[in-house]
């Protein structure tokens, strides 16, 4: 019976690789597309003092998403105490130097958020845990 099971993954585990995803040039510039919108409205994010009640802006504190370093998530984060993800770094800097509310980790402002940050490193070596 083990040894049936093991086959039967097996089996699952090749036809998942023979089926993978396909993509054509067009769904890749399509794509590009859609992630440079992102971005751009992550900026626009990263910069609106109404994301937070007193009028301070991402921006101010990172000026082009200096200093956010998401190549390092997850690490710990002092502030929260434990290991943590940029999202909910992020929502620490909301919630306390913008004074505004947390959001959905799957809000679209997040998602926005994370990719501008992001892509503001594009190119530093991934180095999660570090300080």
Not at 7 to 13: A, K, N, P, Q, T
Not at 83 to 109: F, S
Request: aromatic fraction near 8%.
């Amino acid at each position: 019976m083990k040894k049936m099971t093991m086959y039967l993954y097996s089996l699952i585990f090749i036809a998942g690789a023979v089926h993978a995803d396909e993509f054509t040039q067009q769904d890749l510039k399509l794509w590009k597309v859609e992630y440079e919108s992102v971005v751009h409205k992550g900026r626009k994010v990263f910069i609106d003092p109404k994301l937070g009640t007193n009028t301070v802006t991402c921006n101010e504190c990172h000026p082009n998403a200096t200093n956010t370093h998401p190549e390092t998530y997850p690490k710990f984060q002092k502030q929260l105490g434990k290991v943590a993800t940029m999202a909910e770094m992020i929502n620490w800097c909301i919630a306390n130097p913008l004074e505004g509310k947390k959001m959905a980790l799957d809000d679209p402002r997040m998602i926005a958020l994370i990719a501008y940050i992001t892509e503001e490193r594009r190119g530093v070596t991934l180095e999660p845990g570090k300080h």
